[in-house]
């Protein structure tokens, strides 16, 4: 059974500072996706990591794969009050989607 | 392209009513699936579809039917509501892309309370 798994779930941060969000998952995959959630709202597709060693960046985010440590990482770099969402790791398994339990962060001024 | 659209927005139940939550995407995507979703859970598949007249279930597809007749369409049968049913329910349409990848697109969610 395939298990996605992120750390940590709460992410209480200073503007300005940095952090990372870790997903780990149980099976070997090469995909690997980041979404971003806002309150009552649907999912919107931040990245698709594809292969071992895959590095992408947009603004203050960048993610990363490590399909042999099974471990994705999202960087958030100097933290600002628009990046407040929650935030979600999800492997694929052909069409369908297994996702982590959702990182919830806050940004304090 | 209006992308995937769901219907009701907002739906309250009582419990033991059926219902169906709609879905439908004019993207032609061959691949369609219903996730719900409960706090400190993420999204969890409930059933899928890889095309017209094929579904399979998913994680949690207890208590829950669906089908395709069309490309179009996805809806999902709550046969008997229960209150465990209380949830948000996202649909997704999503293609197999030219790098290998799925594509996915979600629609807004249905947000559904049985009481």
């Known amino acids: 059974e395939l298990k996605v798994e992120q750390n940590p779930l709460f992410l209480s941060m200073q503007e300005e500072k940095n952090y990372t969000i870790y997903c780990n998952y149980s099976t070997t995959s090469d995909r690997l996706y980041w979404y971003r959630q806002d309150p009552g709202k649907s999912l919107e597709s931040l990245f698709v990591l594809l292969s071992n060693g895959a590095v992408k960046q947009e603004g203050r985010l960048m993610a990363s794969l490590d399909t042999k440590a099974r471990l994705s990482t999202l960087h958030i770099t100097a933290a600002v009050h628009d990046l407040s969402a929650t935030y979600f790791c999800?492997?694929?398994?052909?069409?369908?989607?297994?996702f982590g339990e959702g990182t919830q962060l806050t940004v304090n001024p | 392209n209006a992308g995937v659209t769901q219907t009701p927005k907002f739906q309250v139940l009582k419990t033991g009513q059926s219902m169906t939550l709609q879905c439908a995407q004019d993207?032609?995507?061959?691949?369609m699936s219903w996730y719900r979703q409960d706090p400190g859970m993420g999204l969890r598949l409930i059933h899928y579809?890889?095309?017209?007249?094929?579904?399979d279930q998913g994680e949690v597809p207890n208590g829950y039917n669906v089908s395709r007749s069309t490309t179009e369409d996805f809806p999902l049968r709550l046969l008997s509501a229960a209150p465990s049913q209380t949830s948000v329910y996202f649909c997704a349409s999503s293609y197999l892309t030219g790098t290998g990848i799925y594509e996915q697109y979600f629609g807004p969610g249905t947000r559904l309370t049985v009481t």
């Open positions: 999800a492997v694929d398994r052909g069409s369908r989607l297994t």
């Open positions: 993207m032609n995507h061959e691949y």
């Open positions: 579809s890889v095309g017209a007249g094929i579904t």
